[in-house]
């Protein structure tokens, strides 16, 4: 099972919206709507930030927000905040598996 | 609420085995399944297997089946993850997650983490 291609990195200002993409196969993001994302701050654990491909758990503001379309995933963050910076995983369920993408590094300017 | 409290870090030799252990404290692991997910210096999330405690049923990424055993003690709400003929590069930080509510695809609560360090 082959990792979700993610772009390394991506960046924008305070207030501005940045959007990371995540693609698969029809095996993993195109087959389930089983999408999840993930926020990483540097030594800590991962954070659930959406789950089923848009939605949010209590807890985690409406700036963040998920999309998909065939076999690509995307999570958008509006309005960045500097505790927005991080890097993200999105998660796919593959079968009896899942695989993550290969992480993308958020920095707010 | 639960929180998931991993075993310490650990060192050890090229060819050996290490078991790492994810406690459910405050609570128990009840029909949710528990994932094991590693990252390496510097690297991405790699999901490596899942358990149902409730079950015992265990499922694992191709990459690690053979090397990889996940196991559950429901007495004591722990699940063990123990990865045997142990390299270099199974140096990272070994997480246990919760799979959710609604299923075991997504991961809403996360252990610290626990480093496994590997060199002769």
């Known amino acids: 099972q082959s990792a979700l291609t993610q772009p390394p990195s991506a960046s924008g200002s305070p207030g501005q919206s940045v959007t990371i993409s995540c693609t698969g196969t029809s095996s993993d993001v195109g087959g389930y709507d089983f999408v999840s994302w993930y926020q990483q701050h540097p030594g800590k654990a991962p954070r659930l930030i959406i789950y089923e491909v848009n939605k949010r758990p209590s807890g985690v503001p409406d700036r963040f927000s998920g999309s998909k379309s065939g076999n690509t995933a995307s999570l958008t963050v509006s309005g960045l905040q500097a505790e927005d910076e991080a890097d993200y995983y999105c998660c796919s369920y593959a079968g009896t598996s899942n695989v993550f993408g290969t992480g993308t590094k958020v920095t707010v300017l | 609420q639960v929180q998931l409290v991993q075993s310490g870090a650990e060192v050890k030799k090229p060819g050996s085995s290490v078991k790492v252990s994810c406690k459910a404290s405050?609570?128990?692991?009840?029909?949710?399944?528990v994932s094991w997910v590693r990252q390496a210096p510097g690297q991405g999330l790699e999901w490596m297997g899942r358990?149902?405690?409730?079950?015992?049923?265990?499922n694992y990424a191709l990459k690690f089946q053979g090397r990889v055993t996940i196991t559950a003690d429901e007495s004591t709400s722990t699940v063990y993850m123990e990865l045997s003929s142990l390299k270099s590069d199974d140096t990272a930080v070994y997480y246990c997650?919760?799979?959710?509510?609604?299923?075991?695809?997504?991961?809403?609560?996360w252990g610290r983490g626990t480093l496994v360090n590997v060199s002769s």
């Open positions: 405050g609570g128990t692991f009840s029909s949710y399944t």
């Open positions: 997650a919760r799979g959710g509510l609604r299923g075991y695809w997504y991961f809403d609560l």
């Open positions: 358990i149902m405690p409730i079950l015992g049923t265990a």
